[in-house]
């Protein structure tokens, strides 16, 4: 698979995650492309962090509004019923346990359910943001992610990146399946026909454990 091959079977598996009535929060990058992929019937309503609730597509060239950006500064759209309010709301939003969904990028997760998402030492970084609030509250936390960057392991037995948040996800979405994180490690559960289970544990540094029951990676 080619890069975009590669975002566009993450982002439509995450999407079938989301339900009908969602409040979901997306990370930058590759999450951004999982509305895209709704299946039919299913509304979600985009929670910004910068604050909006309603939050639209991408703009068309040429009529972006300089009012409306998401968190990373990109330009975005809203919905009929949108509502912009200050960070304090939009946090009070997060930290209130009103974000059914975050789905967001990895660094490096491990099979604790740790997520090192925001920086790597002696490289400028922008800062945590609002990741660390996300993570901890919403009620679920969902990792849209490539499985290995340039061939190096990023879902470890233990994390070495500096955490935003300790024990919070619970399921990792990748080109090469999915893995629901428990207390007895990563749960295989599905696996893309490309691969196979010898492909998928070699490019993880933890012991997968593989559901008896494991299916072909739903799309």
Not at 147 to 166: D, F, N, Q, S, W
Not at 185 to 195: A, K, N, Q, R, S
Request: glycine share 12%.
């Amino acid at each position: 698979m080619d890069k975009n091959q590669i975002r566009e079977v993450i982002a439509k598996r995450a999407a079938l995650e989301l339900k009908d009535g969602d409040v979901v929060n997306l990370g930058i990058g590759l999450p951004t492309l999982v509305p895209n992929y709704l299946p039919e019937g299913v509304k979600v309503t985009l929670q910004s962090e910068n604050g909006l609730l309603g939050m639209g597509p991408e703009p068309a060239i040429g009529e972006e509004d300089s009012n409306f950006t998401n968190a990373g500064g990109g330009f975005i759209t809203y919905f009929p019923g949108a509502s912009c309010f200050d960070s304090s709301i939009s946090f009070s939003v997060i930290r209130g346990g009103h974000v059914d969904v975050t789905i967001l990028g990895a660094l490096e997760t491990d099979e604790k359910g740790n997520l090192a998402n925001w920086m790597i030492p002696g490289k400028k970084t922008p800062g945590m943001g609002g990741a660390m609030d996300l993570i901890v509250g919403a009620k679920r936390v969902i990792l849209a992610m490539e499985h290995t960057a340039k061939g190096a392991h990023k879902i470890l037995k233990e994390c070495k990146l500096p955490l935003t948040a300790a024990g919070q996800v619970d399921m990792i979405i990748t080109e090469m399946g999915v893995m629901e994180v428990t207390p007895q490690g990563l749960f295989l559960t599905e696996l893309h026909p490309e691969f196979s289970l010898e492909d998928i544990q070699a490019a993880t540094g933890a012991k997968l454990i593989v559901s008896q029951n494991i299916i072909k990676m739903k799309s």
